[in-house]
């Protein structure tokens, strides 16, 4: 895409994003949305980066992960810690304060970006050793290392421990969490369509395959996984400064975890738009379940599960299986002709139609 | 310091490799000229795959070197081998099964690309550009082996020979100087051998390959190799040209017993 094209197509959807913002926050005219329904429609959008970034390691990699929590909730403590203590004066660089205009743009970009690099950098640490192992070695690392981070959390006075980060201000609107969502999508989707995609797709179908085709296996599924981290890190700073007291170390623990690999599992391993489907799908759910419970209490939880395993009996591959929705869909598929003049191995053509053909009789 | 005779292009130096107390491999030798047909045979359980474990570092060496093009080999990874020119091929079939045919190849043009994983990220000019130059060259590759109307099926969707000729342009791909057939005629019916003999001898001229060959079929290795090693039980036997291996009482008393 040419460059002037790019930075339209940017300037579309920022602005898409403004005006969906203006809507769900503030309303139109005399429409105001159930906050309620916004509250869902936050969450929804937090899944999404976390469910698509968790697919990049689970899904593309092929390595199976079960501490999303808790670089989501490093990346929510590190980024709400900035705000909270270093926010003013961020802030006041601008001539701003941090709850509005230019100045909690600019707190805001400042909190993602070191949620981010925190996650990530605690990504790079669990990655190193773990991601040399083959096997189940990295689902064992992540579990542990979720546990670790709510206990040294539970321990830190600073941001409040136990009780959670009640200092913690409530910057995040949609307009942020669903631009990190896009770009948490399209970072994902080039990095599909790129080398470094095709060597993790290498990766996960067959490791000493990839190493004799000359990927660097050990250095890739690390990169994968800090990239992974990271963004999980960005949808923890959303989370963390979201309401006026989300962060407690209970909300980050191995059931969150848990949860983001439903969606993905839901949706179809390693389809991008699969993660997409699945954050959406098991985020409404539980919530337009609750109807339910009005008569018979518990019963939300029941039809919940239900659900999941039939969808599971099936669709055993998820909504999605591997599959993307994407426009190629419409387009005409089918290999193009080879170049003209291309110099032709002898090949057993005839041999294989033969071979072919007998397989059938004798079958 | 650089091999000793340039024109060698792979000089294995006695080379032993034991597992615990089973030796597989015990001081070999193996001089392999540039631009030859060279081909490694022996008995089930001599140590074929031992051999070519060692030369693409699956498995270090217990003793001795490997010099390829007049780097030392020694405590490299798989990967960095394929990076100084070795690709191979295996004895049961690994494609990367959820792929397709021309991701297959895509992906093993790993080695050629810039990687910069930035320009992927942001999708830059340069990205696209080297994006459809690998998958040109990838239908190329397809193309020569008669596979590019497969181009976007299932790798392992395709008929057996097929997956072998696929495995063959994948190696290929990563721009080898020296290429590793693990037993290549393995599953193929008599017709199919005899096409694939004339699809290595070409593949080695028009890719100026060199080429090492560890096969059974005893009619495909006499008929294209130009020069046969074998072994028995880890050791080299007998090294020259197929007449004098056929000739070789050694190798005759290896295959088929004394007595």
Known sequence: ?363 | MASPVSSVLLDVREVTRRFGGLTAVKHLNLQVAAGTLYGLIGPNGAGKTTVFNLLTGVYAPSEGDIWFDGRRMHGQRPWQIATHGIARTFQNIRLFADMTVLENVMTAQHLRTSQMIGDAIIGSRRHHREERETRDRARHLLAIFGLEALADEPATSLPYGSQRRLEIARALATSPKLLLLDEPAAGMNPQESVALMDTIRWIRDEFSLTILLVEHNMKVVMGICETIHVIDHGESIATGSPADIQANPRVIEAYLGVG
């Open chain 1, 1 to 363: 895409m040419p460059i002037g094209r790019k930075l339209l197509t940017i300037a579309i959807v920022l602005a898409a994003l403004a005006a969906m913002n203006q809507i769900i926050e503030y309303g139109v005219g005399d429409f105001r949305i159930n906050p309620y329904y916004a509250r869902i429609i936050s969450l929804v959008g937090i899944n999404i980066t976390l469910a698509v970034s968790l697919n990049l390691i689970n899904g593309l990699a092929g390595q199976f992960s079960i501490g999303h929590a808790g670089f989501m909730a490093v990346g929510g403590y590190a980024a709400t810690y900035l705000t909270v203590y270093h926010g003013a004066a961020i802030a006041a660089t601008v001539g701003g304060t941090p709850m509005q205009g230019v100045g909690s743009l600019v707190v805001m970009t400042a909190s993602l970006v070191t949620g981010a690099v925190a996650a990530g950098l605690a990504g790079l640490v669990v990655g190193i050793p773990s991601l040399r192992l083959k096997g189940d070695y990295l689902a064992i690392v992540t579990l542990g290392f979720g546990e670790i981070i709510r206990v040294i959390i539970l321990n830190i006075p600073a941001v409040g421990g136990a009780t959670g980060f009640t200092a913690a201000l409530p910057i995040t609107n949609i307009f942020w969490i669903y631009a990190v969502a896009v770009l948490t999508i399209v970072i994902v989707r080039n990095i599909t369509q790129s080398t470094f995609g095709r060597a993790l797709g290498a990766i996960r179908s067959d490791e000493i395959a990839a190493e004799a085709m000359g990927v660097a296996t050990t250095r890739y599924k690390v990169l994968a996984f800090v990239i992974s981290a990271a963004l999980a890190g960005v949808a923890g700073g959303l989370w963390g400064q979201l309401f006026a007291n989300p962060l407690n170390p209970q909300n980050l623990n191995f059931v969150k975890s848990i949860e983001v690999i439903v969606m993905i599992v839901l949706g179809g391993i390693g389809s991008i738009t699969g993660a997409v489907l699945g954050a959406t799908t098991l985020t409404i759910l539980p919530e337009a379940l609750r109807t339910f419970d009005q008569q018979f209490p518990g019963l939300r939880m029941v039809l919940y599960a239900l659900l999941l395993i039939l969808l599971m009996i099936f669709r055993p591959d998820g909504i999605m299986g591997r599959r993307e929705l994407s426009l190629a869909w419409f387009r005409r598929r089918g290999g193009g002709p080879g170049q003209p003049g291309t110099r032709v191995a002898p090949l057993a053509t005839a041999g294989t139609a033969t071979r072919s053909t007998r397989d059938e009789g004798d079958g």
